[in-house]
């Protein structure tokens, strides 16, 4: 199975940072990646597809890049709503592998 | 609006089965593969089964090979996943999630809320 490795696991932010998010895949997947943002008790959103390409009603202010092994999530001013678990998943085969999450808080 | 709701979830000792179902509107069903993802307390998600558009692909993950089976009705646009020899680690929220085909790339666009499938004895 493909294992994907997000690094790191939690970091504290301000109203207003910049922040980037990594995940890395133990082979390569193109650009099968999928990035996801969870709310307490919340089904988890689709946020990018594709490694890169934005998913409809979400705010550009999201952006995701990367191909082959290592992809990036970058937030290029964190709101308040941002404040949420981030998971990368790649879709390059039928297992569907989830990363840990990146955990965004104040 | 496309909607998914899971149920059938609750307490089950170790050992026991339950059957989850999700219910699908607002979407032609029979058009959309679908996964079974869950997640347990505190932690991450973890993708559980899948299931192709006429329900002739099926694949699961390792930790519920032998003891899962997932199933659809298209008429009744509704998935089911028949759990039996639950364990305790599979205490989790269970979501279906649908998938969209992005251009060749596939992503899980539509989620339901989830269920809680607890076992313990």
């Known amino acids: 199975d493909i294992q994907m490795t997000q690094s790191p696991s939690s970091l504290s932010a301000s109203v207003g940072d910049r922040v980037t998010i990594t995940c890395r895949a133990s082979?390569?997947?193109?650009?099968?990646l999928n990035w996801y943002q969870q709310k307490p008790g919340k089904a988890p959103k689709l946020l990018i597809y594709a490694a890169s390409s934005l998913q409809s009603g979400v705010p550009s202010r999201f952006s995701g890049s990367g191909s082959g092994t290592d992809f990036t999530l970058t937030i290029s001013s964190l709101q308040p709503e941002d404040f949420a678990t981030y998971y990368c998943q790649q879709s390059y085969s039928t297992s569907w592998t989830f990363g840990l999450g990146t955990k965004v808080e104040i | 609006e496309v909607q998914l709701v899971e149920s059938g979830g609750g307490l089950v000792q170790p050992g026991g089965s339950l059957r989850l179902s999700c219910a699908a509107s607002g979407f032609t069903f029979s058009n959309y593969e679908i996964n079974w993802v869950r997640q347990a307390p505190g932690q991450g998600l973890e993708w559980v089964s899948y299931?192709?558009?006429?329900?002739?692909?099926?694949f699961y993950a390792d930790s519920v090979k032998g003891r899962f089976t997932i199933s659809r009705d298209n008429a009744k646009k509704s998935l089911s996943l028949q759990m039996s020899s639950l364990r305790v680690e599979d205490t989790a929220v269970y979501y279906c999630?649908?998938?969209?085909?992005?251009?060749?790339?596939?992503?899980?666009?539509?989620w339901g809320q989830g269920i809680l499938v607890t076992v313990s004895s």
């Open positions: 082979q390569s997947i193109r650009g099968f």
């Open positions: 999630a649908r998938v969209y085909n992005f251009l060749g790339s596939p992503a899980f666009d539509y």
């Open positions: 299931i192709g558009s006429s329900g002739d692909d099926i």
